[in-house]
């Protein structure tokens, strides 16, 4: 192998980085092969010397990671487009017209985007800068909305995550449904979608807010310091969740339920629904207030100084039932 | 070793090879080489990170008919270096210290000898009360 061949094939191993750096990268190897060959070795004895160039993409590439903010790539694979991060990052947001949102972990690796636009309906603006991973769809001028357009697959986002992303999540989606599950170590999470159902399952945040204006909330396995789940219509349910400092679930119309919840000031309001669940800890704790119009209600309204914990339970049009298990 | 601390050790090593004045990088692997097994492509992100962080900067010089790329030692570099031998000290009276109780025969338990004797007490005590 020669020199030019080397160094075609390390570039091509390391195409996506920027030029600039893919320049350094050349001139950094070309330069350690003109200085082994005027100390007396002959190329081939050199070229041998040296890894080979995908042994040397592969260790770059692993050093990298962190190192450097990149500008954004993207890249075509068959028939998905992929868009990916290169630097740390510590902010990702993804907001979308009429998508629905699914998010997966990973093991390791950057964070990355699947989705496919269409020519001529789907625009998108993708940036990396300075930590933060921001991906903006929208839908060219007035999209007549066809319900049916949901099962098709094009109208999915996919968003891969690194299991331990420690930063702040926001997403966003309108008319699409948004699933998470397994991201354990999130500092921020903001989720929110105008007409579609969100489910969280086995993940944890410091601070969680989720808004859903017309569909249901369900979370599973939530845990972190804070939540907020708030739907304007629909039901909010959170199952194993754990917020010691504040758990709040909220909607206008529709139920709201807490089971075998942890928290150290609890809120569960809605206007029309029954308002149920069952907190892990002690009654004793609790300073409660209870309120519903028209219905049943198990709570005894209670305020004492030295009690240091809250529920807060309100409905106008539904009963309340919740139980406390130690 | 922690593949953290060996590359910030890495750095250092590095920044020691220019300290007697500017190199190249196929002089500074050979230079390395006395010490440590790297490879030139552990070298090259570990050149970018210093001169990025401020610790060398590079310019070019012609040599052979060709514009070399060499690398100097900054005084930001310079306080890298201060900074590693002065956190070395205090790693080195660690180490003395690990080393030398790793070195000591073991003592009988402590705490079981302890626990027998507050019971023993106890039974003293108890008994006297009877």
């Known amino acids: ?326 | 070793m922690d593949v953290q601390r060996k590359k910030g050790i890495l750095e250092v090593c590095v920044l020691a090879v220019l300290k007697k004045g500017p190199s190249y990088g196929y002089l500074i692997i050979r230079e390395l080489e006395r010490c440590v097994d790297i490879s030139e492509s552990t070298l090259y992100p570990i050149l970018k990170r210093l001169e990025q962080g401020g610790s060398l900067e590079t310019y070019r010089m012609e040599y052979n008919g060709r514009m070399r790329k060499y690398y100097r030692l900054t005084q930001g570099g310079q306080r890298k270096i201060d900074a590693f031998l002065d956190e070395w000290d205090e790693l080195r009276t660690m180490y003395q210290f690990v080393a030398e109780q790793n070195a000591r025969e073991p003592e009988p338990e402590a705490g079981v000898v302890e626990s027998t004797e507050i019971f023993a007490n106890r039974d003293r005590l108890e008994g006297e009360e009877e």
Request: net charge negative; charged share 25%; glycine share 8%.
């Open chain 1, 1 to 326: 192998m020669k020199r030019e061949e080397y160094l075609k094939k390390l570039k091509y191993e390391l195409i996506d980085l920027p030029a600039e750096d893919l320049e350094q990268i050349e001139d950094y190897y070309e330069e350690l092969i003109y200085d082994g060959m005027e100390q007396g070795y002959s190329e081939e004895e050199i070229l041998a010397r040296l890894e080979t160039p995908e042994e040397v993409a592969k260790k770059i590439r692993a050093e990298y990671g962190g190192l450097v903010v990149y500008t954004a790539k993207s890249a075509s694979r068959e028939n998905t487009q992929e868009y990916e991060s290169s630097s740390l990052i510590h902010t990702v947001k993804v907001e979308t017209e009429n998508l629905r949102i699914r998010v997966r972990t990973v093991e390791e690796g950057p964070v990355r985007v699947f989705f496919k636009p269409k020519e001529g309906r789907d625009v998108v603006t993708f940036e990396e800068k300075d930590g933060v991973f921001s991906f903006l769809h929208e839908m060219k001028g007035s999209v007549h909305l066809n319900w049916l357009n949901f099962l098709w697959d094009d109208n999915i986002l996919v968003l891969e995550l690194p299991m331990n992303y420690a930063g702040t999540l926001c997403l966003r989606t309108t008319n699409g449904t948004i699933k998470a599950a397994g991201l354990v170590n999130l500092a921020v999470g903001e989720i929110r979608s105008n007409n579609g159902t969100i489910r969280m399952e086995n993940c944890q945040a410091g601070r969680l807010h989720v808004t859903s204006n017309n569909a249901r909330i369900e979370l599973s396995n939530v845990r972190g310091a804070e939540l907020e789940a708030s739907a304007g219509n629909g039901l909010v349910s959170a199952k194993e969740c754990s917020f010691p400092e504040k758990l709040s679930l909220q909607t206008q119309n529709g139920a709201v339920s807490g089971r075998n919840v942890i928290s150290d000031h609890i809120s569960m309001q809605t206007f029309n629904g029954v308002v149920s669940g069952t907190i892990i800890g002690n009654p004793a704790d609790y300073n409660i207030n209870s309120t519903t119009r028209n219905g049943m209600n198990n709570l005894e309204n209670v305020s004492e100084p030295g009690r240091t914990k809250t529920l807060l339970a309100k409905t106008h049009n539904g009963r309340i039932q919740i139980e406390f298990a130690m």
